[in-house]
């Protein structure tokens, strides 16, 4: 029984030694492959190293380093020249904008980028005075000169509503007699407005009391974004140039201590952006 004990032993060992075998031949075959992996012709990338440095350098002449002969990997020696060559450039640029200045180039592009903005400005007022012109004669056509407040500047044309006409006192939902006065402003946007729309709600100051919103704020917001909502079911104006927003009762246009002045600021202000203001 001892001898057979012995023999079961031995063999279990050989079992041991095959598996560390195996894990000596995987570990020589891997230290094999990253050696092959690693050779590389050194020729051929000392090569590709000059041509990158002649062409893509920041220094003059395809140079490695700032100053003659020292290397970047000498970075110690190369601070005082670093100063110098950094001063000497910026001195270079103050230099060349002193000779614009003198030869009058400074001054001539400052004063033709004033006359180009101007004329830009000019020439914007013009298109939408005419833009604002043909809005109050279709307006007019239609007997709603007396309803649309239209404004003009050389950014935009404003149709200003009177939020009488659109809401009910306290309330963001659009009164149904004024569907038709927004049908017909919205074919006006679809005609005129080639940029961005942005439709502004705004409020007197008197404060709420009880209701379904809080303060003025959400109220003109949520009458900003009554109308937009309905500009974006029932015109062809895309959603994504149309912006909406409530201002409350911070930019009056009257007084709002008389009844006539807080009517005047309770309005929705919609404007037409011209295609070069965005």
Not at 46 to 69: K, Y
Not at 79 to 86: A, G, N, T
Not at 251 to 261: H, K, L, Q, R
Request: contains cysteine.
């Amino acid at each position: 029984m001892a001898r057979k004990k012995v023999e079961e032993e031995v063999k279990g060992g050989e079992g041991w030694l095959a598996t560390f075998s195996d894990l000596m031949n995987l570990l020589l075959c891997f230290y094999i492959m990253l050696f092959a992996m690693s050779t590389v012709d050194a020729e051929k990338i000392q090569a590709v190293s000059l041509a990158l440095q002649a062409t893509i350098s920041i220094f003059d002449a395809g140079a490695t380093a700032i100053g003659d002969g020292f290397l970047i990997g000498n970075g110690v020696s190369q601070l005082s020249e670093l100063s110098e060559y950094i001063n000497s450039t910026g001195k270079a640029a103050e230099e060349q904008d002193s000779q614009n200045m003198e030869d009058g180039q400074g001054q001539g592009s400052r004063e033709e980028l004033q006359e180009a903005l101007e004329e830009l400005q000019k020439r914007s007022l013009q298109e939408n005075e005419e833009t604002a012109e043909k809005v109050e004669e279709a307006l007019a056509e239609s007997v709603m000169g007396d309803q649309v407040e239209v404004t003009v500047t050389a950014q935009y044309v404003q149709l200003s509503l009177r939020g009488a006409l659109l809401f009910d006192s306290g309330s963001a939902q659009i009164r149904k007699d004024a569907l038709p006065v927004l049908d017909k402003v919205g074919v006006l946007l679809e005609k005129y407005a080639k940029g961005t729309v942005e439709v502004e709600g705004h409020t007197d100051n008197v404060p709420m009391s009880g209701g379904r919103y809080a303060n003025n704020n959400e109220l003109s917001s949520a009458r900003a974004l009554s109308i937009f909502d309905y500009l974006a079911a029932h015109t062809s104006l895309q959603p994504a140039n149309i912006k909406h927003s409530g201002r409350g009762e911070y930019i009056p246009i009257a007084d709002n201590a008389t009844e006539a002045g807080r009517a005047r600021n309770r309005r929705v202000e919609i404007r037409i952006y011209h295609s070069s203001a965005g």
